[in-house]
């Protein structure tokens, strides 16, 4: 009797934390697929996923002013690209595409359908990108990690499967190994932007900090590679670092975060339970991290407000305010907990299976 071969299925995802954390939590659930990844040379996935799975690599940009004649080698790269795209498809015997959106989105969906393999999109924004909003009706299905985002897909075959995250975050042991001198008991504020960083956020908070200090309250801040600043604020109460690992212990064990408003990010807030208040990035595509932070605030799991307004007074006394009210904090973190899908992964698979197989 001959084995079956595997499916084999193509991952399109690429650049940041917020495109690639919910593609491997996907290709982690379909152990059955032979998965093979495409992305972008000198990104992020050059790190995360070539000791799992094998690294295609494409050169496409996006389309940042519109189309011209400045625009002219882009275009020539988007149909080199696809040809590449088409070649890998063929030759690799693939059965289905997936993808998290972004400029790779593009070529992958372009060459697959052209093939005539199923593609399944994932967005995970409240407001969809141009790239999910055109391209999402070429595709067969488009999961979708907020409700909201349905409206904007009208010619799309839209599903609500919520965004998927890194298996530590669905392990409640997790909290056990948190590997940081914090006090049990004291309130702890966690500070992240996200893969990237965030810059203004950091001079934010290291302002209003002292006053927080001053409460018993203890800060973990990672304040991305980017910040020449970094280690400017010293106190024993402030553990600065540009990035941690076990996010799902810090954000389980923190009283309070404050945040960017990327997709990622505040999944992650939502499957920890983790009361937040949140900055959106106020140059994100179409102000799409407002979009997604309004979601959270209409929920009344978290505060949010406009970085051009925000000054460390104000951001000094919100959190003192809710450092105050730990029901109100208490309230916020269920609120959180409600809007999570914390099996959007298994959900997710089951999707591309019903897609890819039928």
Known sequence: MVEEAPIRLLV?????????????????????????????????????????????????????????????PILGKLLSSVLKVRRILKQGKFQGVFTTGGYIAG????????????VVFHESNALPGKVTRFFGPWCHAVAIGFEAAAQYLPRAKSIYVGTPVRSQFLDDNHHASLDLPIPDGVPLIIVFGG????????????????????????????TGENDPEAESLKHP?????????????????????????????????AVCGTPAILIPYPFAAEDHQTY???????????????????????????????????TELAKMGEKAKAIAIPDSADKLAQLVREVVER
């Open 195 to 222: 893969s990237q960083g965030a810059v203004a956020v950091n001079k934010l908070v290291r302002t209003a900090a002292p006053a927080w200090f001053d409460t018993g309250a203890y800060v973990v801040h990672l």
């Open 107 to 118: 070529p992958a969906v372009i060459a697959a359908r052209s093939l005539g393999i199923p």
């Open 12 to 72: 399109a995802a690429s650049g940041t934390g917020g495109h690639l954390f919910p593609a491997i939590a996907l290709a982690e659930k379909l152990p059955e697929y032979d998965i093979q990844w495409l992305g972008v040379p000198n990104r992020l996935e050059t790190q995360l996923v070539p000791q799992q799975y094998q690294l295609h690599t494409i050169a496409v940009e996006g389309f940042q002013q519109g189309f011209g004649i400045s625009s002219l």
């Open 292 to 326: 997604n932070a309004k979601v959270f605030t209409q929920a009344g799991a978290a505060l949010a407000f406009k970085q051009s307004e925000l000054t460390p007074e104000i951001l000094q006394t919100q959190v003192l305010n809710l450092l105050n009210s730990p």
């Open 237 to 269: 109460q402030y553990i600065a670092l540009p990035f941690y690992n076990n996010m799902a212990a810090l954000l389980r064990r923190a009283n309070l975060a404050i945040s960017r408003s990327g997709a990622g990010s505040l999944t992650e807030l």
